[in-house]
């Protein structure tokens, strides 16, 4: 043997250990935390896109109240939006019809971003069926409670629940709804944010 090798430790190597109960939970839990930040990140483009709508939607009362403007300046702006942002399909007559209905059925702030924790499409459903605006809100709230996809939404207006077992509200909770809820699924999949995220891709394609 070398005089070199003596007296020099020989590393020890590890041998790894795998519990499969300990990894398994670990995994279900990564799992978890991660769907609940995907159904944040998605809610909070819910919020500031129907936000957007609203700011939009106060403008045009403003101008159709001041202005004069009418169902053809209307089409105007929805075919120069599309011009500007031909990947989005929110800013049609029809959604900008919304958007106004929306500001004027939510003139305070407050209220209107307490409806943006909902889908847009929640939110037209809301704006057709129930012209009560406290009724609107508890709907709103529950929807976030309970999970409700928009045909859950529509069936119990139908049914009137809020007339069975309506409270007017005290106070608006903010709350994350249950990430494996049908709301949360259509959040997820909501063609009005798809479509605005696409914003991103065109500006890259521009920089480059």
């Not at 590393?11 to 790894?16: F, M, N």
């Not at 847009?120 to 069926?129: E, R, S, V």
């Not at 699924?185 to 909501?190: E, G, R, S, T, Y």
């Amino acid at each position: 043997m070398s005089s070199k090798m003596i007296g020099k430790k020989i590393p020890i190597k590890k041998i790894e250990s795998f519990d499969r109960k300990s990894y398994a939970k670990f995994f279900d839990q990564l799992k978890v935390d991660i769907q609940k930040t995907q159904l944040k990140a998605a809610l909070s483009v819910t919020k500031e896109l129907t936000l957007l709508y609203w700011r939009i939607g106060k403008v045009l009362s403003e101008k159709t109240k001041n202005e004069g403007w009418g169902a053809k300046t209307l089409e105007r702006l929805a075919r120069d939006l599309k011009l500007e942002f031909p990947d989005i399909n929110g800013f049609s007559v029809r959604n900008l019809q919304y958007m106004r209905k929306f500001s004027n059925n939510y003139p305070d702030s407050n209220c209107a971003a307490a409806a943006a924790q909902i889908p847009w499409g929640h939110n037209m459903l809301l704006l057709d069926k129930v012209r009560d605006p406290v009724k609107r809100l508890w709907y709103v709230q529950r929807t976030i409670e309970e999970g409700w996809s928009r045909s859950s939404l529509e069936s119990w207006i139908k049914s009137n629940l809020y007339g069975r077992k309506g409270k007017a509200l005290t106070n608006f909770k903010q709350i994350l709804p249950d990430f494996q809820s049908d709301m949360a699924n259509q959040v997820l999949k909501d063609p009005y944010n798809l479509d605005f995220l696409s914003l991103s891709v065109a500006f890259k394609e521009k920089e480059l």
